[in-house]
């Protein structure tokens, strides 16, 4: 029997899960797949990370460490929906959950003295950042939107695209630096031979401190290692900020301090110390005997305040505001909390917010709740130069058409943790004036870096074979598709180089016969992309790691009014599929919206599409007809959902994320019964459909009624699990017929 293994993840998806699941376990019973879960959410990962400190009903199993084994099979076939990439906050409030709930987790220490604290941030460690992806990624992506969405987005298009000024009036820019970037520092070796290496800090007195050692390179492997000289991202912040408040306009800061777990929360808390200086400069003994920290955003720091006495907090406080006077304004998260883009490190992403600031025609929202243009601070040029030049075409061109404009998918380089997303553990800030350098088992220095006190070092790496593969599967969709695929590379980049040179290797191993294949720098790349979009033409995009999610955001927000919506292929290197089902942004605002008032707004189009090319793997697999017979009529099924427009609605008392995935079972039960392919399952699901059709209008009144009020779930990080599935299956009706199946 075949296995498919349905990830349980964290927010809104996770909740969606109580209403789609057991529809997928009711239709899959009985036709030879079977389907379970894996536990891999943020509390999840914290739980099995101490079973120490836990009783023996509280303990779980380390469900990531398992998946991470089952990856490397080639009968892996996992459902991945979008989990919690943590910040330190967000692991804060996390941990305070579960310590609430009974659960004896250890606090996080934010500054480590002690060798038991700082082997407790190694163990936190692995519940950080993007934790999750790379132990599952070990296959390269396949990232497109589905036929049947991106047909109806173009008959449906969204209303959510704000008109640009008259062309070339918008103030919006994006602002990047200009020299001492990653971008400007990258220096890149292809290994000759397998080899291990280290990376060691050398101060100015030449004493030598390991900051990594142990580390196994394959032949073939690239390497890089770049700087962010953090004097000269500060002399950036300061210059931006000067022309913002010159110019009138909002201020804005685009950071992934999420994924990018150790330098983007340093780059944040920079220009959190840059803008709110005088205040903070002011009171830094004060700020430093309480613990606060800029990297966290300006709210630790005020969150910290109430361990001062009275006097003293309002002294801050007030220094603060006048701050706010005399600096530009920043672009808000909740103007009605007074909530900043510099409060929390982790609420404004670059590749969700980016696309924001284009289909909001350059602007964000200011304190009065009005869209105002803003000046986007991205400050490393290694993928900034993408947005500036989207953001220019934009004020140049205008809005884009959902309607009518093209496609831009997406092969991206991410297997055996590709690039910058793997380089948490190799990425230090210089304790002092010095060098960093990356040495082999010879003690030859193969890469080093010059830093100065408070400068950001960081090393990635990438292996061949997923390279390798990487290029074969964007040769394959520029087959299967006919469309322009262009790998976007800089030779000005130290990693890029490298990588260009693979590319022009491993291409004429595959029949190229016909194709358009191109090696652009992104900036063209993205001028022809963008081209193309306009006249209603595909492209794809070959991209490195993190590129790939940004333009996997970027270009599926514009089209189809959310990146949830698309269909994420990971063929495995070892056989398997990864199905992953788009991005969880916006997750934590349609939470706060169902724990309000009884609404989920969330989408789950993308698990829709995701369990389709699962079922077909398990068909594939396992010889069984039955499975494809599922995948073919859940297709018709989500095209009749799309068509008959059974979306989940912003508006309460309206229909939501529970009713549409009602919808889609009764579209399910009915495609099955028409199909005639499999007598037996066709006379099981005639029935099935028959009971639904004769009670739709009082399901669909269940799902109404139920909204409107305030919803306990038990816990945000953890809910509690009876709670939650009766929130999510409000309908005794629907229940009883799924139940029964």
Known sequence: MAKITWSQIDEAPALASYAFLPIVQAFCKGNGVEVETKDISLSGRILANFPENLTEDQKVSDNLAELGELVQKPEANIIKLPNISASVPQLHAAIAELQEKGYNVPSYPEEATTDAEKELQARYAKCLGSAVNPVLREGNSDRRAAASVKRFAQKNPHRMMQEWPTPGTSQCRVAHMDHGDFYGTETSVTMDKADTVKIQFVDGAGKVTVKKEGLALLEGEVLDSSVMHVAALREFYAATIKEAKEKGVLLSLHLKATMMKISDPIMFGHAVSVYFATALDKHADALKEIGANVNFGLGDVLSKLSKLPADKQAEIKADIDACYAEMPALAMVDSRKNITNLHVPNDVIVDASMPNVVRDGGRMWNKNDELQDTIAMVPDRCYATIYREIIEDANKNGQFNPATMGSVANVGLMAQKAEEYGSHDK???????????????????????????????????????????????????????????????????????????????????????????????????????????????????????????????????????????????????????????????????????????????????????????????????????????????????????????????????????????????????????????????????????????????????????????????????????????????????????????
């Open 427 to 741: 990425t230090f800030e210089a304790p002092s004036d010095g060098k960093f350098q990356v040495v082999n088992a010879a003690g030859d220095v193969l890469l080093e870096q010059p830093v100065a006190v408070g400068d950001i070092y960081r090393s990635c790496q990438a292996k061949d074979l997923p390279i390798k593969d990487w290029v074969k599967l964007a040769v394959n969709r520029a087959k299967a598709s006919g469309e322009p695929t262009i790998f976007w590379l800089d030779e000005n980049r130290g990693h890029d180089r490298e990588i260009i040179k693979k590319v022009k290797k491993y291409l004429p191993e595959f029949d190229t016969t016909g194709l358009d294949i191109r090696i652009l720098d992104p900036v063209s790349a993205m001028k022809v992309s963008l081209e193309r979009v306009r006249k209603g033409e595909n492209t794809i995009s070959v991209t490195g790691n993190v590129l790939r999610d940004y333009l996997t955001d970027l270009f599926p927000i514009l089209e189809l009014g959310t990146s949830a919506r698309m269909l994420s292929i990971v063929p495995l290197l070892a056989g398997g599929g990864l199905f992953e089902t788009g991005a969880g942004g916006s997750a934590p605002k349609h939470v706060e919206q169902f724990l309000r008032e009884g609404h989920l707004r969330w989408d789950s189009l993308g698990e829709y599409c995701a369990l389709v090319p699962s079922l077909e793997q398990a068909a594939s697999a396992d010889n069984n007809p039955k499975a494809a017979i599922l995948a073919e009529t859940l297709d018709v099924a989500i095209g009749q959902y799309l068509e008959n427009q059974k979306l989940p609605s912003r508006k309460v008392k309206e229909i939501d994320n529970r009713g549409g995935s009602f919808y889609l079972a009764l579209y399910w039960a009915q495609a099955l019964a028409a199909q005639d392919k499999d007598v037996d399952m066709q006379a099981r699901f005639a029935k099935v459909a028959a009971e639904i059709e004769k009670n739709v209008d009082k399901i669909d009144a269940e799902f109404i009624n139920c909204q409107g009020s305030p919803v306990d779930i038990g816990g945000y990080f953890r809910p509690d699990t009876a709670k939650a599935a009766a929130a999510m299956r409000p309908s005794a009706t629907f229940n009883a017929i799924i139940d029964s199946m």
